[in-house]
């Protein structure tokens, strides 16, 4: 297992610590573009800069990457963080919310930014979007970084016992606050400063109409991808997993997989849960940087 060294020094983005602060999605303008009847929404923090984009994973919002961001503008990249199709400011009702659309939705952005290429990072089902991206437009994506990649289904499928436990927790009243629930169960170690007022606005968001259908259908949808796109390329990837990921059996095991297909490099955060790059900032921007600069190549 080989992890990337982390090289670059940067003061932790957490409101705990004096004089720091996360950058505040929720306060940047919102834009939009437009895709066939409905809106993908994105914030940009501009800059010359390599181009990073960052879609989140289901029933998030953009606002996910608040606390990678301040690494990677410091470094000199351009971020833009997206919502997904049915999230956030996005329009809620979409045809299709398979991560091959989300690819593609990923794919317009850059055109609608100018921009030939970009480095694309994902979390969760979003990895996948990224993967189908890189598939079907090699030469506009740099390299990728998955986090908590979710890119295949159970061997046997949802638990009979799993399935009904969605079913009842998505099918009533409750809906939000069970997901909440569950989605407040995916930082074990310690939560951000912020995750009071972040869960207050990720709630409201999810209560505004058609969101919570948007993200039913995703839960449901299949999350494995073609076996064509899980080979080494030469894309420079890198895998982030915590290691206690409830999203996985055994988080490492999963990103080993990941790894040895994709001759990913990995980094593995100790105590981290499905949202490292929230969690555990101090150790993956840096990383993700250091990527970036150092260990691409």
Known sequence: MTQPSITTKLPTPNSSVPGVTPIEADKRPTLQMKVGLGVIAFDDTGGPGPLVIAVPGMGDLRGEYRYLTPYLTAAGFRVVTVDLRGHGASSPRWDDYSARAVGQDLLALMAHLGQEKAILVGNSISAG????????????????????????????????????????????????????????????TRKPADFPSYRSVLGANLRESGRMSALKTMIYLSKSIPEAMLTKTGLPVLVIMGTKDADFPDPGAEAQWVVDRLGAKLLLVQGAGHYPQTEMPEQVGPAVVSFLQNGKS
């Open 129 to 188: 979007a990224t993967l189908w991206a890189a598939h079907e437009a090699p030469e506009r994506v740099s390299a990728a970084v998955l986090i908590g990649p979710v890119l295949r289904d159970p061997p046997k499928g949802i638990p009979w016992y799993l399935r009904a436990t969605l079913s009842v927790g998505l099918g009533g009243p409750w809906r939000i606050g069970f997901w909440l629930w569950y989605w407040t169960s995916l930082f074990p």
